[in-house]
Nanobody, 125 residues
Framework: VQLEESGGGSVQAGGSLRLSCLASRYTYGSYCMAWFRQAPGKEREGVAGITSAGSTSYADPVKGRFTISKDIAKNTLYLQMNSLKADDSAMYYC????????????????????WGKGTLVTISS
């Protein structure tokens, strides 16, 4: 298993969740590590990305509410999600790429090399 997400669940609007993505050493060394999400009937979209140098990028709907980070010692990628809204409900996926762009505007699902199986986030209003 290259990537394994955890931390999803059901919370009320306004609440918080922290997603984790445990990566193998091989995938953790990727240039770009990112979180995507996909709601029923919608396309998969980039939420946040972080480069190997630590530069971050966020989708407009989550700016100021979500924070992407990584712990090198634990080979783990995180997504701290605060002030959650019903629109944040989706399956959240961790993904990595060795070379693809890591800015939200240019980060595409088909450009990522590895994917986790996802963790479900449900926000009730």
């Amino acid at each position: 298993v290259q990537l394994e997400e955890s931390g999803g669940g059901s919370v009320q609007a306004g609440g918080s969740l922290r997603l984790s993505c445990l990566a193998s050493r091989y995938t953790y060394g990727s240039y770009c590590m990112a979180w995507f999400r996909q709601a029923p009937g919608k396309e998969r979209e980039g939420v946040a990305g972080i480069t190997s140098a630590g530069s971050t990028s966020y989708a407009d709907p989550v700016k100021g509410r979500f924070t992407i980070s990584k712990d090198i010692a634990k080979n783990t990628l995180y997504l701290q999600m605060n002030s959650l809204k019903a629109d944040d409900s989706a399956m959240y996926y961790c993904a990595t790429s060795f070379a693809a762009p890591c800015t939200i505007a240019n980060m595409k699902p088909n450009g990522m090399n590895f994917w986790g199986k996802g963790t479900l986030v449900t926000i009730s209003s």
